[in-house]
């Protein structure tokens, strides 16, 4: 294994994403390995690098990590993104898997009909608008600081970013009832690591295309149809 992480997962953003923006974040380079073929993910299988046998999978510090939470976990703890002490780990936690829950309603659009992307559209905003932006907004309102969490930088505030402008890819003024966090969407895109991710030519991944679902579908023999919230 190189001296960089190396990341196993197909060209789009799918579960993947979120450890790339980690990773970003903490201002630490990282190699992939795109999955296109079906041969690709059987190799991985049959080489037993797959332990729960999916992607993502992540090599690093010798091991070959999968399961995206642990993956997450493990890169936060590593580059101190992950609170100074239990409580405050407690809260990312709790904040990380809100914004998981919200991004786990946009993670399978792209593989939706026509007619069911409009409604899961018009239902990822009413979530995001209803249930999710207004934790985060009074978060950042009751504590007046500059983060989610003892106003230290943290994974919580890197997912929040990222799950923002998911949501905004959909409804582009989203944040307009949320100066809180229009005001921390504006902090943190500007932190230098995230700044640069967020620049054209950086690892960031598009939104997702055919092409990429094509390439899903083919390689883990996706046979099914996905249907909306």
């Known amino acids: 294994m190189s001296g960089k992480p190396k990341l196993y997962y ?47 999978m992540v090599e690093i510090d010798g091991m070959r990590m999968v399961q995206t939470r642990a993956i997450l976990s493990y890169i936060a703890a590593k580059y101190n993104l992950y609170g100074k002490d239990l409580k405050e780990r407690a809260l990312i936690d709790m904040y990380v898997g809100g914004t998981d829950d919200l991004m786990g309603f946009i993670l399978m659009f792209p593989f939706l009909s026509a007619e069911d992307k409009e409604k899961q559209r018009a239902f990822i905003v009413q979530k995001a608008t209803s249930r999710y932006f207004p934790v985060y907004e009074k978060v950042l309102k009751d504590h007046g600081q500059d983060f989610l969490v003892s106003n230290n930088f943290s994974w919580a505030d890197v997912h929040l970013l990222e799950a923002i402008l998911m949501v905004e890819e959909k409804k582009s003024d989203v944040l307009s009832g949320f100066p809180q966090l229009q005001a921390f969407k504006a902090r943190i895109s500007s932190i230098p690591t995230i700044k640069k991710f967020l620049e054209p030519g950086s690892q960031r991944k598009p939104v997702p295309d055919d092409k990429y679902v094509e390439t899903v579908r083919r390689v883990l023999r996706m046979y099914y149809d996905i249907k909306a919230n």
Do not use: H
């Open 10 to 56: 197909f060209d789009g953003r799918g579960k993947m994403e979120s450890i790339r923006w980690l990773l970003a974040a903490a201002g630490v380079e990282f190699e992939e390995e795109f999955l296109e073929t079906r041969e690709q993910y059987e190799k991985l299988l049959q080489g037993g690098s797959l332990l729960f046998q999916q992607v993502p």
